[in-house]
């Protein structure tokens, strides 16, 4: 089943089927009762809601309340970080529970590394939904001469630019 097919079936139970049996059922056991509670202009639970409290309420019954903070959570990056920070590391994506933070180098890598405990902590403050255990920070990939097909296992480059 697709995401959408999945997402239109927890609308249609939440909202009901107005075709269905028990819609009807409820509509006429509704005109037996003499409920015209929601004819009234002013009756109770007709004030209008915000649209804020409507989205709210709509993504908690969906589940999208983890999603949406693990995506807040990977825009809000430089104010999590710090500005300099972030102008030196990415937030790629978030696995398992896991952010992955790719650096421009090594040092700021090792830099992140010792600032683990603090930006842990920003995060679960700011961003409790998201569910972050972790965050692995990685260092710019190393050119590799393993390409090709003629290219065979063996030690590596060792005295490359010696």
């Not at 409507?54 to 589940?63: A, C, F, I, P, R």
């Not at 790719?102 to 890598?109: G, H, L, R, V």
Request: proline share 6%; hydrophobic share 35%.
């Amino acid at each position: 089943m697709t995401e959408s097919q999945d997402v239109y079936l927890r609308l249609k139970a939440a909202f009901g089927d107005p075709t269905s049996r028990a819609a009807r059922w409820r509509q006429k056991k509704s005109r037996a009762r003499g409920d015209d509670e929601s004819s009234v202009p002013y009756g109770v639970g007709r004030d209008p809601k915000g649209l804020g409290d409507v989205m709210s309420n709509l993504s908690s019954e969906l589940g999208w309340t983890s999603s949406l903070a693990k995506s807040d959570l990977l825009l809000a990056w430089a104010e999590i970080a710090g500005p300099e920070t972030a102008e030196h590391s990415t937030p790629i994506g978030i696995t398992d529970a896991v952010l992955t933070v790719q650096c421009d180098s090594t040092a700021w890598a090792t830099q992140l590394r010792h600032m683990r405990v603090l930006i842990m902590t920003t995060i679960a403050q700011r961003f409790p939904e998201a569910g972050i255990e972790s965050i692995r920070f990685e260092a710019p990939h190393a050119p590799s001469w393993k390409r090709g097909s003629r290219s065979i296992p063996g030690r590596g480059p060792r005295d490359t630019y010696g």
